[in-house]
């Protein structure tokens, strides 16, 4: 039975100060016509961020998933939502790691694009507004009029302060957002540059104990409680093009994903191969959990949000953005 881990994700859209280690991969372009398992493309670049959310990419590979399904796949690191669309608009990319809020804005600008598995969902604490510990601020009331440091605008940083805002009775029009890197909110916020920080891990341990940060708020509740976060995307033409390509990625990163939930060690021992998270941090971050399938009714909660708070002008039927399963063969 899959167990709920604790929580951290970082959201794609974010140049984070974290750096991947080099993974080698076959060059012979990807394209073979023959193979024992069927498949039209065997070798497959994929984008990821080098954060704990995509941690199952590297499992598969470890463990030899990818290459039980006649799967060459080549690590490709990026750095953010912006990049990894035309990165695989263009084909520099087959497959991209994504975070549902940008999906879903990017579809409704008319991009052709379709998740093809699941990555991440929140859990409580992974995403919490952080003050100095000195701080005249004690409620999230108390944040009307004051600036808050968000890793990107208009994106799920300013989404989920948004959802604890309402709750304190108070709209974005009461704060003020402000975008500073997740390594530089610390410091920039003892500087005075802002009065609050939406932060997530390993920042959220760092500020506790290097700036004696405290939590204001978890902004992973209510609303937001078990939020979908990351995915994997592909556009409508590779997903067409590549059907069998496509179904064998969806099963090793499927048994990958099962992997990772029912065993957190698994990631605490992958975490230092890609990242620069060391093994120590690795066994204290909190993570949060590691779904196996789409699932269109937890992903329509994160469309039907957006749509209530404004980041949509008109609604998201999410099944038609998600490509059919892999299937058990």
Do not use: H
């Amino acid at each position: 039975m899959t167990r709920k881990l604790r929580c951290y994700a970082v959201a794609l859209g974010v140049t984070v100060a974290l750096t991947l280690a080099g993974c080698g991969g076959s060059d012979d372009g990807g394209t073979t016509s023959a193979n024992s398992k069927g498949l039209e493309k065997t070798t497959i670049k994929i984008g990821a961020l080098p954060i704990p959310d995509p941690v199952s990419l590297y499992i598969a590979q470890a463990k030899g998933f990818f290459k039980e399904e006649g799967l060459t796949v080549e690590p490709t690191p990026i750095t953010g939502g912006a990049v990894a669309v035309p990165m695989i608009e263009s084909g520099q990319l087959d497959i991209s790691q994504t975070n549902y809020v940008s999906t879903f804005a990017a579809v409704a600008g008319g991009k052709k694009i379709k998740l093809v598995a699941d990555m991440y969902q929140a859990g409580a604490n992974c995403f919490v507004i952080m003050v100095p510990s000195n701080s005249p601020i004690k409620t999230v009331a108390d944040l009307k009029g004051k600036t808050i440091f968000v890793n990107n605008l208009n994106n799920i940083a300013t989404l989920a302060v948004e959802t604890q805002l309402k709750v304190a009775g108070l709209s974005k029009d009461d704060v003020k957002f402000a975008e500073k890197p997740f390594p530089e909110m610390g410091n920039a916020i003892k500087a005075g540059q802002a009065d609050a920080g939406w932060i997530t891990e390993p920042f959220i341990t760092a500020n506790q104990s290097a700036n004696g940060f405290r939590k204001l708020a978890d902004t992973m509740t209510g609303q937001t409680e078990d939020l979908p976060i990351a995915g994997w995307m592909a556009t409508e033409e590779w997903v067409q093009k590549y059907p069998k390509t496509l179904a064998a990625f969806q099963r090793a990163i499927a048994k990958a994903q099962q992997l990772a939930s029912s065993d957190r060690k698994e990631i605490e021992a992958m975490l230092p191969k890609y990242t620069k998270i060391d093994a120590k941090t690795a066994s204290v971050i909190t993570l949060g959990t590691y779904p196996s399938e789409l699932n269109t009714n937890r992903l329509q909660k994160v469309a039907d949000l957006m749509l209530e708070y404004g980041y949509l002008k008109s609604p998201i039927d999410v099944k038609s953005v998600i490509a059919a399963p892999a299937s058990s063969g």
